[in-house]
T-cell receptor, first 113, second 115 residues
């Protein structure tokens, strides 16, 4: 069966510090991968998605970036965090075929101080 | 424009009451997919159901049921005999029929079930 992992689970970082969040998927190959952010009390905002290694589409221009160095690995990064980057970051995947629902990881709760 | 509207921000019910969560969507696609997710306090989104635009049959799964009506662009979710464990944020989502696209989520409805 497929599983999706995210780490760290929680993170407290000062403003201006770098960020690296990792997401990995097991039990499938060539998945579509997504990064979402959920601010406190708000809905989900799509940040990036990837349909393959090295292929990244950005939905929202900001100081975040994403990379997909391996088929089942998706990384969210920032060189300098802002206070507004605080939130709950969720990674998701779905298969390339007829299955369209997305499955989400456990999330990373980021607090920028 | 593609959009999902969940007009109910918060709903509070007492255990054993039935509750319906509303979802209205907008899309110009003739083929599309609709979803419901549950987000318990732990934060992880749990997939509940997917419905294809060409399948208007309603679905029942235990205490959960979904009413899909293309004529009103609605995909409502009913919980029968609610329980405290149903307390969560529920999201409705739309996926256009385009390769590599993500889900378009509504803002969510927070359901609180008290005993």
């Amino acid at each position: 069966s497929q599983t999706i992992h995210q780490w760290p689970a929680t993170l407290v970082q000062p403003v201006g510090s770098p960020l690296s969040l990792e997401c990995t998927v097991e039990g499938t190959s060539n998945p579509n991968l997504y990064w979402y952010r959920q601010a406190a009390g708000r809905g989900l905002q799509l940040l990036f998605y990837s349909v393959g290694i090295g292929q990244i589409s950005s939905e929202v221009p900001q100081n975040l970036s994403a990379s997909r160095p391996q088929d089942r690995q998706f990384i969210l990064s920032s060189k300098k965090l802002l206070l507004s980057d605080s939130g709950f970051y969720l990674c998701a995947w779905n298969g390339q075929g007829a299955t369209y629902e997305q499955y989400f990881g456990p999330g990373t709760r980021l607090t920028v101080t | 424009a593609q959009k999902v509207t969940q007009a109910q921000t918060e709903i509070s019910v007492v255990e054993k009451e039935d509750v319906t969560l509303d979802c209205v969507y907008e899309t110009r696609d003739t083929t599309y997919y609709l979803f419901w997710y549950k987000q318990p306090p732990s934060g992880e989104l749990v997939f509940l159901i997917r419905r294809n635009s060409f399948d208007e049959q309603n679905e029942i799964s235990g205490r959960y049921s979904w009413n899909f009506q293309k004529s009103t662009s609605s995909f409502n979710f009913t919980i029968t005999a609610s329980q405290v464990v149903d307390s969560a944020v529920y999201f409705c989502a739309l996926r256009p029929n385009q390769a590599g696209t993500a889900l378009i989520f509504g803002k969510g409805t927070t359901l609180s079930v008290s005993s």
